[in-house]
């Protein structure tokens, strides 16, 4: 069945520095990707998402581009914020032959960004 | 616009009780769905409401779980006679269409974390 696994965490780093945390699947049809995070004691928010091969997503300058040769979804920042620390989780809809559209999550990967 | 909200946001129950989580979604979306999430995991479905037909509830890991949605809006999810391994957070969410576009975004509630003692 469709899978994501993404690396393990918790990451660590200065303010500044750059992020990049790796995100593969496995899924039958052709998905949709998603980054969700979430803040301390905060749900669930969509970061961002791509919807077909090659396409980018963006936001509050973090991207991520579908690789549909590597299976892979990375989720990069050229310079983090103590205020970007929290859960990042990788996601993936798939829908394929008309089944439920439900996300499929990978475990999640904390970031504490340091001061 | 407001959010989508759950209540309780924590809840103790006692083996074998039963307990009621419950989910208002964005107005006027027509998707809901149910994950589960464990400690240290990410959200696993559970079962799936078009308005307030239930569609998918493969998720659900066993019959004492059940779902509603009765009039399209609110949507409670009921777990009867809980046990230790029911502990979790239960996070609702709810998209604007019909959720079979794979390329609908799901908007989260904060959730219901259940202990189970």
């Known amino acids: 069945g469709d899978s994501v696994t993404q690396m393990e965490g918790p990451v660590t780093l200065s303010e500044e520095a750059f992020l990049t945390i790796n995100c593969t699947y496995t899924?039958?049809?052709?998905?949709?990707l998603f980054w969700y995070v979430q803040y301390p004691g905060e749900g669930l928010q969509l970061l961002l998402k791509a919807t077909k091969a090659d396409d980018k997503g963006s936001n509050k300058g973090f991207e991520a581009t579908y690789r549909k040769e590597t299976t892979s979804f990375h989720l990069e920042k050229g310079s983090v914020q103590v205020s970007d620390s929290a859960v990042y989780f990788c996601a993936l809809s798939d829908g394929y032959g008309g089944a439920t559209n439900k996300l499929i999550f990978g475990t999640g990967t904390l970031l504490a960004v340091q001061p | 616009g407001a959010g989508v909200s759950q209540s309780p946001r924590y809840k103790v129950a006692k083996r074998g009780q039963d307990v009621a989580l419950r989910c208002d979604p964005i107005?006027?979306?027509?998707?809901l769905f149910w994950y589960q999430q464990a400690l240290g995991q990410g959200p696993e479905f559970l079962t799936y409401f078009q308005n307030e037909a239930q569609l998918d509830k493969s998720g659900l890991p066993s019959d004492r779980f059940f779902a509603e949605r009765p009039e399209g809006s609110v949507s409670t999810l009921k777990i009867q006679r809980t046990q230790q391994e029911d502990s979790a957070v239960y996070l609702c969410?709810?998209?604007?269409?019909?959720?079979?576009?794979?390329?609908?975004?799901?908007?989260f509630g904060p959730g219901t974390r259940l202990t189970v003692l």
């Open positions: 107005s006027g979306h027509v998707s």
């Open positions: 969410a709810s998209s604007t269409t019909s959720g079979r576009a794979r390329t609908d975004t799901q908007y």
């Open positions: 899924a039958t049809g052709y998905p949709s």
